[in-house]
């Protein structure tokens, strides 16, 4: 443990722990202690206070470094779409393009799926019991439902298409991650 008297290493210890964020008590107690380790025994090697938090880096840069980590390394028995639920949080608070790529494929898949199964559901439905639901189109009836459910089929796809671009995305992103650390 590091001297508790010096005001710079409990501000900079204190920052790191508010900015892990969301890790668990116990990891979090435990990368602060190894953080504070760490300095300790640089300090009583004899290391320069500046120069040795100068090489960790910033606070909050150290703590985004061990949350990206912690997150990278999950425990296995954690369920994939888990896993893949918190690296998405991660990589959407890293950058602002991540966040933009993240939230408009996570919402827009889904709605695209569902808006696409309503439209193959309404097609068929107007044939069995016509005039419930109002289609317009200019040709005929049957042709104007089927269109509709072939038109459901494209939105399923297209949301298919959405939500597999972001696994692609985020396993892309999460090799990067790990190259990274």
Known sequence: MTDVEN????RYLKKFETNLGTVEAAERAEVVREIDNHIAEALHEGADLRTLLQQLGPADRLAQAYRAELTLNAEPQASWWTRYGRFSLLLATTSLPSFLIVLTLT???????????????????????????ELSAPWPSPLA???VFAFGILLV????????????????????FRRAL
């Open 7 to 10: 005001p710079v290493i409990q």
């Open 107 to 133: 919402l827009f898949g889904p709605f695209l799926m569902l808006l696409g199964l309503f439209s193959m559901l309404v097609g068929p439905f107007n044939l069995l019991f016509p005039g419930i639901v």
């Open 145 to 147: 439902e089927m269109s």
């Open 157 to 176: 796809m297209a949301g298919t298409l959405g939500l597999g671009s972001l696994l692609l995305y985020l396993r892309m992103m999460r090799r990067l």
